[in-house]
């Protein structure tokens, strides 16, 4: 496979697992109930965050990992250390927007009534 294809290819399954997780974090804030959004969206910024500026070392821990210990497919070895890295960075974005959608939801629930 040449490598304009692989890029491709990295780029569309990135982009794909965390369309995914998006998808999933939305419909925790909506299942969520309003009086524990708080806590829970305090919790997940601060994850996020800590994921978000860790996201290399992460990411080189988990190649590390899969080339040391094969637990399954050759995927994360074809993503490649520079795809789990970004790959961990999406997630912690993912977790910071999360956590700000339920303290959103916290607030205005809390100011309307």
């Known amino acids: 496979m040449p490598v304009n294809e692989d890029a491709e ?4 399954f990135i982009g794909l697992m965390l369309a995914f997780l998006s998808v999933g974090m939305i419909a925790l804030v909506f299942t969520e109930p309003a009086d524990s959004c708080e806590s829970s969206g305090y919790l997940l910024i601060a994850v996020g965050a800590i994921w ?7 990411g080189h821990w988990r190649f590390w990992l899969e080339t040391r210990l094969p637990l399954g497919s050759d995927l994360w070895k074809r993503l490649g250390l520079q795809g789990l890295q970004s790959f961990d960075l999406g997630i912690g974005l993912v977790l910071i927007g999360g956590g ?14």
């Open 9 to 12: 290819w990295r780029k569309l």
């Open 52 to 58: 978000a500026a860790l996201h290399k070392a992460i």
């Open 100 to 113: 700000c959608l339920l303290l959103i939801k916290f607030y205005v629930s809390h100011l309307s009534g």
